[in-house]
């Protein structure tokens, strides 16, 4: 299986809005089938990391998840 893992801010948006032709790539590299996770160091939980995709233009559904240092921290502190 290929994946693409991609790191969100300052590789697909600025914080404020995509880069040009971000949105149009990932369009195409999901019609191929290929596998896109986002990475983050972000405290945020992966849920709301994808929400802010989608408020940036991105459809949440390009992708088949997120990892955020956030949402590593939650999943960990739920075990201990």
């Known amino acids: ?17 995509p880069y040009r032709g971000a949105i149009a790539t990932l ?9 896109m996770v986002i990475i983050s160091n972000s405290s945020r939980r992966a849920l709301t990391t994808l929400e802010k995709m989608r408020k940036l233009g991105f459809d949440p559904s390009l ?18």
């Open 27 to 35: 369009e195409q590299l999901a019609q191929t089938g290929i596998k």
């Open 63 to 80: 992708f088949d998840g997120a990892i955020t240092s956030g949402e590593l921290t939650h999943q960990y502190l739920l075990r201990v």
């Open 1 to 17: 299986m290929q994946a693409w893992l991609l790191d969100q801010f300052g590789v697909l948006h600025d914080g404020q809005r």
